[in-house]
């Protein structure tokens, strides 16, 4: 089959086989959108290398007759051959980060460039331009995240105590933390299960996954460890861990950090820290009033719908998304593993991905103009973390020994099928 099958109304391609995806790569005007959705997604077919000769076989094939199999017979060879480099700079603008470090590919790119300055010197200048702005932009982009990551030495013991730091100092600090783990992700780590694998094909990933359930159980360690200047514990210091926490929450909203909205968010309804009622009860109302917000805003209802719209006005702002449910999104369009069965390619799943990519892309180049803290990084490098049943014990001990009958909300270490409680 060398066909592709659109959608009837929208005339949409939703599968075809790989030579007929790629015989449309040129073959019509207005095709952004399917040209972007193909180059979020080839990875699942076809190597970029293969791509990249495929496209360089059908330029010069054009140039010498446009009767040839894979060259659509209704198109002039202008047209045709502007078309594929069109293709190649859009390409180049999508995915620059991975193919400048690909070096066969970067190899056949810069060959195909020295071709064409004898057969098509206009396309030529046309991918070198487009080459040397990208190269030129990615380099301060790479200036800008390095001035951005954490420097301060994690030797030294800190100082500081956890209610000396403000909300927004706190939620900057775990913002620039949180950043610099995220914008390592490479792409292809979330592409088809990589994380079920761990390290082997996720390492930056499953690092973000990791650090869900250790930010979860600091922030239970935080408040069960919670003591007055005299180093006696009491439910006084731990109200006010709990509200410092909460209007931490309300900073991360406001940074649109999400996913760290949610690791606080987790560990304030895990049942070690819910069942501590005599703390909870000297909380102030407007700090409850503020956690009702959050929990409106995350609730699973009608599949996160809150949260999705207010990712959806998201535009130029950077945001650090909450990875559990992407990669719950993820795991439902995957489900069935039918991208490409028989020589099939499954587009209309290719342009579900491409839309998820897309964001992650747009989300991983928008960067927190965040002053790092050395006080508070010092304090953060130096955090400690309890034991689950560590946590257990404290809580009982400061609940009178209350057993709760009802299950830990959320679970820290799942984050992938992690369900927010309804508030």
Avoid at 113 to 129: F, N, R, V
Avoid at 311 to 320: A, K, S, T
Wanted: hydrophobic content about 40%; some cysteine; overall charge negative.
């Amino acid at each position: 089959m060398q066909s592709i099958q659109v959608e009837e109304q929208s005339m949409e391609i939703f599968c075809g086989s790989l030579r007929g995806l790629l015989r449309a790569l040129a073959s019509k005007e207005d095709s952004e959108d399917y040209h972007t959705t193909f180059l979020m997604t080839y990875d699942y077919f076809i190597t970029p290398v293969n791509l990249l000769r495929t496209i360089i076989l059908f330029y010069r094939a054009s140039l010498v007759s446009l009767t040839v199999q894979d060259v659509p017979e209704d198109v002039r060879a202008e047209v045709y051959q502007a078309r594929l480099i069109d293709f190649i700079n859009l390409w180049v603008t999508l995915r620059f980060d991975v193919l400048q470090r690909h070096s066969t590919w970067y190899n056949t790119f810069t060959s195909f460039i020295t071709y064409l300055k004898t057969a098509m010197p206009g396309h030529s200048s046309a991918l070198t331009q487009t080459w040397q702005a990208l190269e030129s932009q990615w380099n301060f982009y790479r200036e800008r995240q390095g001035a951005l990551m954490i420097k301060t030495p994690s030797s030294a013991g800190s100082t500081v105590q956890f209610l000396y730091i403000s909300a927004q100092q706190m939620a900057e600090q775990l913002t620039l933390r949180e950043q610099s783990y995220f914008q390592i992700v490479e792409i292809h780590e979330y592409y088809g299960k990589a994380w079920d694998d761990g390290d082997a094909r996720s390492p930056h990933l499953s690092k973000i996954i990791t650090r869900f359930a250790d930010m979860s159980y600091w922030v239970a360690t935080t408040i069960l460890e919670a003591q007055d200047m005299d180093g006696a514990p009491s439910d006084k210091c731990r109200a006010q861990t709990i509200s410092r926490f909460i209007h931490t929450m309300n900073e991360l909203y406001n940074l649109n950090n999400f996913n760290t909205l949610m690791q606080i968010w987790t560990a304030l309804n895990m049942s070690v820290v819910e069942r501590l009622r005599g703390a909870w009860a000297l909380v102030d109302e407007s700090d409850r009033a503020i956690m009702d917000k959050i929990g409106a805003l995350m609730h699973h209802s009608n599949n996160y719908e809150r949260y999705r719209e207010a990712l959806d006005l998201v535009e130029d702002d950077p945001c650090i998304p909450f990875h559990s449910l992407l990669l719950r999104d993820l795991l439902y369009i995957e489900e069935d593993e039918t991208h490409f069965e028989e020589g099939i390619v499954n587009f209309e799943k290719m342009t579900l991905l491409s839309q998820l990519f897309e964001r992650l892309q747009d989300f991983r180049l928008q960067l927190y103009d965040i002053e790092e803290d050395p006080s508070v990084q010092l304090f953060l490098h130096n955090k400690v973390v309890r034991s689950q049943k560590e946590l257990e014990q404290l809580s009982l001990m400061f609940s009178d020994g209350e057993e709760d009958d009802e299950e830990a909300f959320g679970d820290p270490h799942n984050p992938v099928r992690f369900k927010v409680v309804p508030v």
